[in-house]
């Protein structure tokens, strides 16, 4: 039997239509331009007003690896991972275990060039002569296996019904001012649409409908968002060295403060050095930040590592700076293209030494946006180093967000002395606490005051900064920097609470996992009320307790195996630390909602 | 007490005393010592304003210097041989300032190699100031990665592997600005320094500085009686600030050389040794590498190259970026709609 006649032969009638609520996985080899025709489809759904989100999952890898891009669509706004419901097979070498993996019910939409793909009776086949319908088309040879992943594009827009002008809008968008690109893709899409008009039947329950639900948002990155929303913050110097995930944060970086930072005569108000390696960008930007520039660096787990002496010593020197983390899996190299929240224990205490910083936790293209510019603010009013953790979820994959709030507040430059205010004060003691909060003053060199100057230094110093090891001065130093800490406690992001009135169980999360957490809240609603606290910072402050007290039991959720926040969160809370229950999930992908649901139920049939 | 210090103003209208720093810590007659004396000269004789230096340094006894001159300038006491990374950032924040860093032979030669190299190669706007024993003295009489091969410490036994001289290294890495000084000669020390000041770029200086304590002995190439008894300076030295008439002392012609830097000033080289020429890179590299093999310690300027610019040049960078007004710092909401009306 032929693959057409395969897909031609009596198949169940369809069921009931599921209009714009399926997954789709698309597996393609690593290095063929399936990004492309991926986006094509997210930012085509995404116009059509529909709920959308894609997860890339790809390898580390150039070229030849199987990568997989998952879009959920989700009239109901849901963006959590969920396993797919329809296939796209373009890679030869996961066909199999993929198509195994459908649902019964599901689709597998195929290159015809595939050979021994598994037969399941409980599935829908839709062939694709990807390579036949770029017959003819003149394009250079390399681009042929790109175009040929817009066949896909086509088929499904047949299969789901998706407008073709809707198609041509959303390449138009990726390629812009490139009409050549434009017009070669949609020929293929066309081909692909009106081969599979003419010669298939549709047996499936998916398609799509439009909707309103998308309009006036945009679709982004994460890392994209923050680097915006670092540059409002006005972020001058950054350095870093490359490392997925966060090349993407800076490579967006450059190219906002290249369109956005100049002066009135077009020079660059702003510099951005990639440096030989972690342990220099974190050097780059302690040194910018001691000057009085606002500096960040944007790194992973690994790099992260090679900072830490850097961080330890702003810390204690107490100079500000950004640190953006976008974590992915360890421990070492681990799985280095996966996502996860692994940094969470070992970034906190980053250092040797009691040392402690603030972390703000983004968990959305306007919370990235806006901690990219908040972050600025409370490493300069606290004078050290704060890290952002995002992931490799939030920080690589595109979302949709409410376009962002211009920042509210002039920007917060923190307790610094002009030549003028040490005039009146008669000079200044760096590292004495005059207002009670643990804070000091501070100085910028090339003040032009005789006393403006002060030695920084990664030793033990006194309140004037000098040198000393007396006990006396060492201990009335860490304790005041517990002090600033405490009173980072009130400066930093307070935490999103949604208590649900009939809720006995409460869930604490951060980041990327919100969405699973949302998604498993509703759908248990009648079962198991929850209610929902999501941490957007540590320290953290008097409410996460009162949450904890006003539940019997609460689960704190995260992508690690070992519950690292959970840890945390049991150390700082140790009245409730019994109450704490640990939910930790860790696999390289992100979080599903039926994972929390079947996790939060089976613990609770338990309890 | 005996006054030496002469109290008489400069230009700027401080004296030398204002440039001091605190009490030295290092032992007696260490030759950092004598190199922050210098320092402390030279910024008096150069009016500088302290306000306007920074001054940095890495982590052993040279690094501790910065504290023993300039009172009145920032300081910052990096990490072990992380000093350039903090004085790169520093300078992208405030190009205007004029920075001096002070390290050592471990702290350059071995565990910030990669920094050093990484700095000349962005031609920071700094002096480099190398104060070479060729021995850890902190932690107590190692071997740094400039102690010679085969030299015997008491501690350390006999050192098995061959020096890495870092001028060379400087040299090769493209640093426009390479010179090699010894602790116990001041005057080329403050010459160099004058004109290290007044360079566009990195400006190396390799000052052979001997550890009383840890490596002294009249054998080893970086104590100092073998400084003083070996010394082979390639050329006389001195500096001519901006605003002083250049003259050419009555010498044969092709003895006198004069070297113009970034702003204005000029080194005036009298060549001692017959036809050395600073701007030519091989030359110099030949000549290093010549006097290696011959155990001849020379001294001066080993290398110039005016014509690279400055990594805040490269930069483009204009009013400091420590000193935007916050309507720099931050665009517009009309820049943020535009930006968003792309991925809408």
Redesign the interface.
Known sequence: MSVLERAQAVLPAPREPIVNDFSIAVATVNGTGSQTANLTLLRSFFRLGIPVHGKNIFPSNIQGLPTWYHIRVSREGYVARKPPDILVAFNPTTAAEDVQGLPAGGVCLYATDLKNLPQRDDLVYYPVPAAELLAGLEVPVKRRPYLANMAYVGALAWMLGVPLETVAEALAAQFEQRPKLVEDNLEVVRRAHAWASENLRKQDPYRIEPMEKTQGLILMTGNEAGALGAVFGGVSVAAWYPITPATSFMDALRGFLSELRRDEAGRPTYAVVQAEDELAAAGIVLGAGWAGARALTATSGPGLSLMAEFMSYGYFAEIPAVIWDIQRVGPSTGLPTRTSQGDVAFAYTLGHGDTKHPILFPSSLEECFEFGWRAFDLAEELQTPVLVLSDLDLGMNHWMGRPFAYPAEPLKRGKVLSAEALEVRGGFARYKDVDGDGIPYRTLPGTPHPLAAYFTRGSGHNEQAQYSERPEDYARLMARLARKFETARRLVPPPAVELHPQARIGVIAYGSTRYAIEEARDRLRERLPLSFLRLRALPIGPEVGEFVAAHERVYVIELNRDGQLHGILRAELPEHAAKLRSLAYLDGLPLTAAWVMARLLEKEEAA | MKETTPLKPNAVGLSKKDYDG?PSTLCKGCGHNSIASQIVQVAYELNL????V?KLSGIGCSSKS??YFL?????????HG?????????????H??KAIGVSGDGDTGSIGL??FK?LLR?NLRMVYIIENNGVYGLTKGQFSATAEEGLRLKYAGTNPFPPIDLCLEAIVAGCGFVARSFAGDARQVRELLKAALSHRGTAVLDIISPCVTFNNEDDSPKSYGYGTQHEKPLHELGFVPPAEEISIEPLTPGEVRLVELHDGSHLRLRNLEEAYDPTDQMGAIRRLLDAQARGEFITGLLYYNPHRPSLAEV??????????P?A????G?E???A??RR??
Do not use: C, D, W
């Open positions: 605190a304003k302290p306000h306007q920074i910065p504290a009172g009145m300038s920032h300081g910052f006491n990096a990490l992380r000093m350039p990374s903090v004085a790169t950032g520093a300078l992208l924040a405030n205007t300032l990669g920094q990484h962005r930069e483009g960078l204009g009013t400091p970026l420590a000193q935007l916050p720099l710092m931050r665009p909401p820049r943020l709609e930006v968003l991925y809408s």
